[in-house]
């Protein structure tokens, strides 16, 4: 558990080709360096069909230790009904 502070994500499916579909997963996440590493860790390690697309990272201040991050993940999957991927 991270412990970070998750704002309201964006999440869009997307087709990938016949029997592929993916979500993209926007999130932005507020917390320490370490903190948002793990929680990337942990996503990755228990999704392994999650990828890490984007990950944007900003200080308000340059001794603040809180950072205002932004991930972009992929989550790629085959879906059961072909018509969850249209």
Same mark, same amino acid.
């Given at each position: ?14 087709? *990938? ?19 948002? *590493? ?39 999957? *085959? ?8």
């Amino acid at each position: 558990n991270a412990k970070l502070e998750l704002q309201q994500g964006e999440y869009r499916l997307e087709a *990938r080709g016949p029997g592929l579909a993916a979500y993209r997963v926007t999130l932005p996440i507020r917390g320490a360096y370490a903190q948002i *590493r793990e929680f990337i860790g942990a996503v990755l390690e228990e999704m392994p069909v999650a990828s890490v697309d984007a990950l944007r990272f900003e200080r308000k201040k340059a001794l603040e230790a809180q950072l205002d991050a932004q991930v972009r993940l992929t989550i790629h999957f *085959r879906p059961q009904d072909e018509t969850e991927a249209q």
